[in-house]
């Protein structure tokens, strides 16, 4: 059920929304490393980008919650941010769900509605969904 490659989006993306791409995961010592994309279209500078990811493996089942600070993402750049995922491996990992932001803001403070800002996609051999 994972994404295979799959370029599936949850909404369809505007000019001034922030793509999260699941680009790749590798085995790394009995745990499995994310590589993930972020592209920043907008003029905002973002100092606080934690996201709240949970990780599903192949029979469906939650294996992880993790706390994935991405910050900071620098206005009109793109990015590329590493995480570990301890105690799973890749071949267990069908989906990773963004369920929400533990924190997000700029210079001025934190942000609302930062669901609403981003879409996810995935080149992995898993889902990266909301």
């Not at 620098?74 to 570990?84: E, G, I």
């Not at 267990?92 to 769900?97: C, G, M, P, V, Y």
Request: aromatic share 8%; net charge negative.
């Amino acid at each position: 059920m994972g994404g295979a490659g799959a370029w599936a989006q949850d909404k369809p993306a505007t000019s001034k929304t922030i793509t999260l791409e699941l680009n790749k995961l590798e085995p790394v010592d009995g745990s499995c490393r994310a590589y993930m994309v972020f592209a920043n279209p907008t003029d905002t500078s973002f100092t606080t980008f934690k996201l709240d990811v949970l990780v599903f493996d192949v029979d469906g089942v939650i294996q992880k919650r993790l706390a994935v600070d991405a910050a900071p993402l620098r206005p009109n750049k793109t990015s590329v941010k590493l995480f570990d995922i301890v105690g799973v491996t890749c071949d267990r990992i069908d989906r990773l769900l963004l369920n929400d932001f533990y924190d997000c803001g700029d210079d001025t403070g934190r942000l609302t509605g930062c669901l609403d800002r981003v879409v996810t996609r995935s080149r992995a051999n898993a889902e990266f969904f909301m």
